[in-house]
Structures are given as structure tokens and as C-alpha cells.
T-cell receptor
Framework: GQQLNQSPQSMFIQEGEDVSMNCTSS?????WLWYKQDPGEGPVLLIA?????ELTSNGRLTAQFGITRKDSFLNISASIPSDVGIYFC??????????????FGQGTTLQVKP | DTEVTQTPKHLVMGMTNKKSLKCEQH?????MYWYKQKAKKPPELMFV???????INESVPSRFSPECPNSSLLNLHLHALQPEDSALYLC?????????????FGAGTRLSVL
């Protein structure tokens, strides 16, 4: 089946540092999504990517949809304590029998030291 | 407004109880989803409803019974659960059809089965 490899599994960084995480797959996706989940809450959408090569920013966050459509990365610049949480990538294949089905990465746990 | 509301936020039940989880959205989305999430793991898809009809059942045990009374509501009926069913249950919704059907998640119901 389709799988996403997300790395790193966890990161412990100093406040103000930049962060980079990525997801790769052997399968092609039509859409890449990045979510953040705080403890006890549901995942919150950060960035959605729809086209190969697309580079999108949302404040201090930047994400790119890989040219091969098999990978994506998320960068966070100048991290702050509230960036703490688990970040999930998710790929989506559109087509019959795959109504909105998301394939999730295993998550990157980010901890920020003030 | 991208709000998906789930109730209750927490639920404790015995293995012989019958309970229901509820999910509501008013974004006009026609696809709704139930996910199960264990600690520090990605969400696992359970069911997908498209235009109020069950379109995907990911081989979920029959002790979980979904229901979609109308386009805004989604229920998950629980009966004779096992302790290993304890998890965070997430509801999500999205627009339906090819294109940008991004899934928006609720805050979840934390379920404990004793």
C-alpha cells in the first residue's frame, strides 16, 4: 500500500532556530498537506500544496511540493515556543474509490527550548 | 469558518455500555470522515461518508457503527468496546469531488474504555 516516510521523527531545538522536515513516498500524490497537532486537539491545517514544484508560505512556514510529486518539505523559520507539537504530512490521491483519502506520515515531534 | 465540532470532548465507558460520538459542521461540506488516533501516531481512517452515503469502511469492527443523519451531522455509535479501543476519535469534513477537497478536523473525543 501507499506509505509516507516522514523525517525526522523528533526534533529538540533552541528558540529562534530554523526547522526543516520532509516526507517522501514511492507513490505519486495529487495534493500534499501539512498539519500541526497540539496535545489533546485535532490536526490543524497549515499549508496545502496542489501542483508539482509549488512553493507556498504561511507566515514563518514554507512548504514545497516536489517536482516528482513524491515528496514535500516544510520549513519553519525563527522557531518560537508555541511551535511545539506534532507535525504531520499527508498525501492525497484523487480518483474513483479514493474519495478524499489521506495517507499520513508518521509525524515529527517538535520541542522548542526557550 | 472552518470549524468541525465534536462532542463530547471526553468519554469514559465500560465494555458493556452503548454510547455515541457526535460531529457537526456547517461549511456545506458533503464528505465527512471518522478517524481513530493512538498517542503519537497518525490518524487512521475508519469511515468516509460522501453525500450522506457510506463510501469507505476500512474494515472496522462492527462494534463501531457510523451514521450520517444529514449533510451536517455525523455520529459514531459505540457498543461492546474493548480497552484497546481507547483512543482519540477525530471527525473531519471536506468538500466533495475532484480538486481541492481539504480535510478539516475537529478537536476529537478522548475515549477511555474500562
Amino acid at each position: 500500500g501507499q506509505q509516507l516516510n516522514q523525517s525526522p521523527q523528533s526534533m529538540f531545538i533552541q528558540e529562534g532556530e530554523d526547522v526543516s522536515m520532509n516526507c517522501t513516498s514511492s507513490s505519486i500524490f495529487n495534493t500534499w498537506l501539512w498539519y500541526k497537532q497540539d496535545p489533546g486537539e485535532g490536526p490543524v491545517l497549515l499549508i496545502a500544496l496542489y501542483k508539482a514544484g509549488e512553493l507556498t508560505s504561511n507566515g514563518r512556514l514554507t512548504a514545497q511540493f516536489g517536482i516528482t510529486r513524491k515528496d514535500s518539505f516544510l520549513n519553519i523559520s525563527a522557531s518560537i515556543p508555541s511551535d511545539v507539537g506534532i507535525y504531520f504530512c499527508a498525501g492525497q490521491v484523487l480518483g474513483s474509490g479514493n474519495t478524499g483519502k489521506l495517507i499520513f506520515g508518521q509525524g515529527t515531534t517538535l520541542q522548542v527550548k526557550p | 469558518d472552518t470549524e468541525v465540532t465534536q462532542t463530547p470532548k471526553h468519554l469514559v465507558m465500560g465494555m458493556t455500555n452503548k454510547k455515541s460520538l457526535k460531529c457537526e459542521q456547517h461549511m456545506g461540506h458533503r464528505a465527512m470522515y471518522w478517524y481513530k488516533q493512538k498517542a503519537k501516531k497518525p490518524p487512521e481512517l475508519m469511515f468516509v461518508y460522501s453525500y450522506e452515503k457510506l463510501s469507505i469502511n476500512e474494515s472496522v469492527p462492527s462494534r463501531f457503527s457510523p451514521e450520517c443523519p444529514n449533510s451536517s451531522l455525523l455520529n459514531l455509535h459505540l457498543h461492546a468496546l474493548q480497552p484497546e479501543d481507547s483512543a482519540l476519535y477525530l471527525c473531519a469534513s471536506s468538500q466533495e469531488g475532484p480538486g481541492k477537497n481539504i480535510q478539516y478536523f475537529g478537536a476529537g473525543t478522548r475515549l477511555s474504555v474500562l
